[in-house]
């Protein structure tokens, strides 16, 4: 079993950055899809990017491609998401999501991950 957790949140000024860390253990991070995703009060969890085992293949969120990206340290254990150019509708709790045998059909459905962290939340000022 592997256990995540998330830092890096933070208040920002609309239009700056924050780098998102999701660091493992337990397991090697190496041999599972990451997913980030985000939620505010009252609303279901959102999808806001994804990057499979080998690195190569990265998914995100309409609203967020060309400001935020995600990577991943395999020698870390840790996978990233830089987000760039933040709007105040950006502001949310941030978690990531690890699961060992999800599809791509599947990578934006929060329930299809099996392994979460607690969350950091980030707040975006106008």
């Excluded at 950055?17 to 493992?24: F, G, I, M």
């Excluded at 996978?79 to 690890?98: I, W």
């Excluded at 060992?100 to 962290?117: E, V």
Aim: glycine content about 10%; charged content about 20%.
């Amino acid at each position: 079993q592997v256990q995540l957790v998330e830092t890096g949140g933070g208040l920002v000024q609309a239009g700056g950055s924050l780098r998102l860390s999701c660091a493992a253990s337990g397991r090697t991070l190496s041999r599972y899809t990451v997913g980030w995703f985000r939620q505010t009060p009252g609303k279901e969890r959102e999808f806001v990017a994804a990057i499979f085992r080998s690195g190569n293949n990265a998914y995100y969120k309409d609203s967020v491609k060309g400001r935020f990206t995600i990577s991943r340290d395999n020698a870390k254990n840790t996978v990233y998401l830089q987000m760039n150019s933040l709007k105040p509708e950006d502001t949310a709790v941030y978690y990531c999501a690890a699961d060992l045998t999800i599809i791509l059909s599947s990578l934006g459905r929060h329930t299809a991950y099996d392994y979460w962290g607690q969350g950091t939340q980030v707040t975006v000022s106008s």
